[in-house]
């Protein structure tokens, strides 16, 4: 395989974790692996709500990380918690100097929205529900007058290239042209930072990139995945047939917005004390068993917002317009969508995963912060945390010399994933692994998974996807309990205590789904 050496540190993903790593590195030299133009197909671009951080004096970091905690449900590293809850104001701080443009009062504080299981007003955000795009614009700016970054817009890491259990570079391919040969790129350190898993689900509020792979490439590499079975579902997807489907932010919510079914009932009163802004687990059920039971959940935010949601939520206010809804005077239909994977390749205090010169970030790592359910906007506060604690780590090993860029091209020879073949892949996730699951659908998933890679072989982009998938099913079906996003109907109850996180490999998760296979034969 043609293969290329540089010095530069390898970034993989474009996303507010890639991007913010590139510049606490410099002067170190980068290259960010990015399959769009920066900015476009990134979660972290089509993050509403904000940033969760104790910005109010009469909030603090202590609370912050007692909400996360309990939201958690057991499963929280408190460590982590406190670490990422204390620092979070400073990062606010820096995003600001950085040039976001937070909102603000006219006392010049920051606006602080709701959101659901935070005892406080703590979430920052920008012109409503434009805060990740926001971010992610401030940040671009940035890295492009930043001469140490290199951006290979247009490529994808498939593989990681390891010897010896130490990871020294990536197999690329083109991402505009998935026929394209792959080619080796080695460097003097990787960072995965390219983001969650909530494609492999066919209902996603995800971008149509963000399929597991990078999950998965380092899952077959051997690099061990922490709480894979953690998936969290949003409540308020709009259900308006789009693939993605556009979110409805909690923040909608946190002002007053209210849950109601096609029998005008505002179900969430029975369930829970505190009603829409219970914990985004309960109210993912809730709406599932809605939409379940044929009762077309709905989002009201006509008496709280009424036309106002048309300028202070202007992404939403454009998702209703091109489907035909004026959410001043009709509710917003919604289904609860694959959001956020709280699982990922699992990591140290230093970012680093079980692979020797490889660090992770953002929601493709599994730090210990989320537990079984991610308390709300916290996903890119631990981006921001993890990204500078990795760049860090890696300027350690790194010397600050200046490298002169590298030139890629791509000669023919690849496989595309089959479409079809992706199509079924999602639809199996959504069915057997998603919002309510038990041992016969998970089973069944896994065995759909086995026949459509043993049938797609040749598409390494596709084996990551499926390798994720796998890890997914597996944790899932070997925690015989439900506890925060993991519901099993066969299993209803949590067992005592503080919960085990799960760790596994693709070598003992793909021993199980051989084992399920062999039993159906
Ligand atoms: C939202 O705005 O509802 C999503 C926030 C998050 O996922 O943290």
Redesign the pocket.
Known sequence: MKTIETSQVIIVGAGLGALYAALKLAPRPVVMISPERLGKGASSAW????V?AAMHMSDSAESHAADTIKAGDGMVDADVADLVTQEARAHILNLTELGTPFDRTENGDYVM?R??AHSFAR?VRVKG?Q?GAEIMAALIERVRATPSIQVLEGTMAIDLDVTDCRVGGVVLQSADDARSAPLILRGSAVLLAGGGSGGLYALT?NPPRIRGQVIGLAARAGAVIADAEFV?F?P?AMDVGEDPAP???????GEGAILTNNRGERFMQALHPDAELAP?DVVARAIFAQSQAGRRPMLDTREVLGEAIKTQYPAVAEACARNGIDPAIEPIPVAAAA??HMGGIATDTEGRASLDNLWVCGEASSTGLHGAN???????LEALVFARICAQSIAKSVPETAVSPIDVTFEDGGTPPDPDAVAQLRQTMTTHVGVVRNATGLKTALRTIAALEAANTASVSFLNMTATATLIAVAALNREESRGAHCRDDFPNTFQGQGQRSRLTLKDALAIRSQICKEAS
């Open positions: 993050a509403q709500g904000g969760a929205s959101e659901a979430v529900d805060a509020t969290q949003h308020t979110l409805a932010t909690e923040a909608l919510r985004r959001h956020y991610r308390l709300a906007s916290n996903g890119l």
